[in-house]
Structures are given as C-alpha cells and as structure tokens.
C-alpha cells in the first residue's frame, strides 16, 4: 500500500540556500513566455485605400492632408497600431537552473515535499483511491503531483482539481511556487535526481584557470 513521506533532502540540488532573485525572475519570464499577445489593429500600410491625394495640394485653403491611410484621416491607420507577437524575457541558463533547484529546496524547507512510496502508487488506478491518498497531504491546496510520463496514475489523476501532474523533465518553476505541496512518486523521485546530478556546474564551483597558471610561473 502507498504511503506518503517527507521528503527531508535531495543531496543532488547542490544549494545550502534557495536563491529567492533567481525564482522570482524565472518565474516571470515563464509568465511572460507563456502569455503571447494577440491584439492586431491595422497600420498605415495595412489600410486598402487609393494612394491618391484627398485634396489637391493648392487652393482649398486648407492643410495639405495627404492619403487617406494617414492615421490623422477618418478611416486611416492607427498610429503604432499592436501587432501578434511573443514577449520574450532573456535569462541565463545558470540562473534558470538555480531558479528550479531554489524552489524545490524551499518546499523541502517548508516541510510541503513528499513522496508517496511505491511504484507509481502500486493499487491506486482508481480516482477516488488516489484522492483520498492526496487529501493526506492537502484536500484545498494545489498538488503538484511529479510522476513518471507513462505511469497509470496520469489517468486516475488528472480529473482532481487541485492536482497538477509533471513528468520529472517538465518539472518547473511556476507549477512549484504556484502549488502549496509538490509530491513525488518513488520512481519521479530517482529520476529527478538524475536530471539534478547531470546538469552542469554552476560557474562559482568551477576553479580558475589563472591562478593555477600564476602560481606555475612564480615556481619558475
């Protein structure tokens, strides 16, 4: 049967403390990436107009006005009219990288990680028995539920409303800082381990070149 435990530590993060900067501008370039804008208003360009003068340029006695697709004209273009476009915020990827791992240790400092023992939650296929074995953790707050991308408990799961589930690959910063609890699966957990220990090293931990080539020199 499944049992739900703390998770107290994961060696392989590698932080002593959760970089708070780092989350919070991870989390809003996921924001920002995730919310493309759609508004279009025509330009000057984009009116279908003749290109003729409305009036000639002497003689009125009034202004020169030139075409009709002037933004001035009735029926015109607008003036810096939006256009579709994605928004894209800029960050380095020893950043993002620290942005994930400062928001997983904060949920371990903040008691609200687990993992559920057993193999993908071994005798729970059902909605009900994996709810029930959730209400455990929180009945009213936002799970973020990691299991494996091919676990039969994506099934059982995805109708509950306060669940959101995440292979260990796609585990992210928003769906972590906007859930009250993230839980584990035994196997999500080794896995996301892996990914951890596989990155790179963060560029403070690499030790300079130049001192060692110094020191060389002053033996000489």
Request: glycine share 6%.
């Given at each position: 049967?499944?049992r739900?435990?703390k998770?107290n530590?994961?060696?392989?993060?590698?932080?002593?403390?959760?970089?708070l900067?780092h989350?919070q501008?991870?989390?809003?370039?996921?924001?920002?990436?995730?919310?493309?804008?759609?508004?279009?208003?025509?330009?000057k360009s984009?009116?279908?107009?003749?290109?003729?003068?409305?009036?000639?340029?002497?003689g009125?006695?009034?202004?020169?006005q030139?075409?009709l697709?002037?933004p001035?004209?009735?029926?015109?273009?607008?003036?810096f009219?939006?256009?579709?476009?994605t928004?894209?915020?800029?960050?380095?990827k020893?950043v993002?990288q620290?942005a994930?791992?400062?928001?997983?240790?904060?949920h371990?400092g903040?008691?609200?990680?687990?993992?559920?023992?057993?193999?993908?939650?071994?005798?729970?296929?059902?909605?009900?028995e994996?709810?029930?074995?959730?209400?455990?953790?929180?009945?009213?707050?936002?799970?973020?539920?990691?299991?494996?991308?091919?676990?039969?408990?994506?099934k059982?799961?995805?109708?509950?409303?306060?669940?959101?589930?995440?292979s260990?690959e796609?585990v992210n910063?928003r769906?972590l800082?906007?859930?009250g609890?993230?839980v584990?699966?035994?196997?999500?957990l080794?896995k996301f381990?892996?990914?951890?220990?596989?990155?790179?090293v963060?560029?403070?931990?690499i030790?300079?070149?130049?001192?060692?080539?110094?020191?060389?020199?002053?033996?000489?």
């Amino acid at each position: 049967m499944a049992r739900i435990v703390k998770v107290n530590e994961i060696p392989e993060l590698a932080l002593e403390e959760a970089n708070l900067n780092h989350v919070q501008e991870s989390y809003l370039r996921q924001n920002t990436h995730a919310r493309p804008i759609t508004a279009s208003k025509k330009r000057k360009s984009d009116v279908r107009a003749t290109g003729a003068k409305w009036f000639r340029q002497k003689g009125t006695g009034r202004a020169r006005q030139g075409e009709l697709t002037n933004p001035h004209m009735t029926g015109g273009g607008l003036a810096f009219a939006p256009k579709p476009r994605t928004p894209r915020k800029r960050l380095n990827k020893h950043v993002r990288q620290s942005a994930l791992r400062s928001a997983v240790l904060l949920h371990i400092g903040n008691g609200s990680a687990h993992v559920i023992q057993g193999k993908d939650f071994e005798g729970t296929l059902k909605t009900k028995e994996v709810a029930e074995l959730l209400n455990k953790v929180s009945s009213f707050e936002t799970i973020n539920l990691v299991v494996m991308k091919d676990a039969d408990v994506n099934k059982a799961a995805r109708n509950i409303w306060n669940v959101r589930i995440v292979s260990p690959e796609f585990v992210n910063v928003r769906d972590l800082v906007e859930s009250g609890h993230v839980v584990f699966s035994t196997n999500a957990l080794a896995k996301f381990k892996e990914l951890m220990a596989a990155q790179v090293v963060e560029p403070d931990e690499i030790e300079p070149v130049a001192e060692a080539d110094e020191q060389a020199g002053g033996e000489e």
